[in-house]
């Protein structure tokens, strides 16, 4: 039996991976902040559960400093969007502290206890390879965990650690389900944690998914940089004249 410890599972994406894994038999340690959902883990078949924020360091090295595991799945994250008249530092930090910062608490807590044959998985995302419009702070995060990860994966290949990259395309979760713009080809969470699942059991250094979007993702980012720029730009035009169009609906029904 495969242990598996899965950070950010009580929502989203983590929740449903937990489930997923725990169905096929893995052992699954599911760590999140929110005790309810922590309990209703608890009680599936091969779950334990551990709470504690993985941006508080002190407290991820108390909950994690005798945990041993095969694959440790860095998920916890968050997203939010830049409002250009506006910007915000403290979003940036905010988004960052979740994405990369807490994924280093983890990391550094969790290594003591790794052995030849473990591995880390690295979630990040798509939307680290074209510059979306507003999300210089969602996406600059993932780009950062994203070379994090590669770099890992060089310094502790002499100990027999792998490390995985996990990039997903749009996934149906509590947290895009604020997003204010169409989600091209966007999958389930449940169908996400089978794509994941199987990656996270392969020997690929890097998973991208769902297919045919990450596909289209990835080609696009082999472009020219000015490619980039015009479609990125276009699809900033047109989420505006959206946004545009739905506040004139709304006040005309008012």
């Known amino acids: 039996m495969t242990k598996i410890l899965i950070t950010g599972a009580t929502s989203g994406l983590g929740e449903a991976l937990a489930k997923e894994a725990s169905k096929q038999g893995h052992h699954v340690i599911a760590c999140g902040r929110n005790q309810n959902k922590l ?3 608890s009680v599936l078949d091969n779950v334990t559960t551990l709470k504690f924020d993985v941006t508080d360091e002190n407290e991820t090295r108390q909950a994690l400093s005798s945990v041993e595991c095969d694959i440790a799945v860095l998920n916890a994250g968050t997203c939010e969007y830049v409002n250009i008249k506006n910007i915000e ?4 930090r905010r988004v960052f502290d979740i994405n990369l910062f807490g994924v280093m ?5 969790l290594l003591p206890n790794l052995k030849k044959g473990n591995k880390l ?4 995302s798509l939307a680290r390879l074209l ?3 507003r999300s210089q702070a969602y996406g600059a995060s993932k780009a950062a965990l994203n070379y994090a990860c590669k770099s890992f994966e060089v310094d502790l290949a002499s100990r027999g650690i792998a490390v995985q990259s996990m990039s997903p395309g749009f996934v149906k ?4 389900s604020k997003n204010d713009f169409p989600m091209p080809m966007a999958i389930t969470a449940d169908e996400a944690a089978v794509y994941m699942l199987n990656g996270i059991l392969s020997a690929r250094s890097s998973v991208y998914f769902p297919r045919r979007f990450s596909w289209m993702i990835r080609l696009l980012n082999l472009m020219p940089e000015f490619i980039h720029k015009k479609i990125c730009v276009n699809m900033r035009g047109s989420l505006s004249k959206n946004n545009k169009n739905n506040k ?3 006040q005309t029904k008012s």
């Open 39 to 41: 309990d209703e883990l």
């Open 89 to 92: 530092p403290d979003m940036f």
């Open 105 to 109: 608490n983890v990391v550094a807590s």
């Open 121 to 124: 998985v690295f979630v990040d």
């Open 131 to 133: 510059p979306f419009t």
């Open 173 to 176: 979760t509590p947290l895009t």
């Open 248 to 250: 004139l609906k709304e």
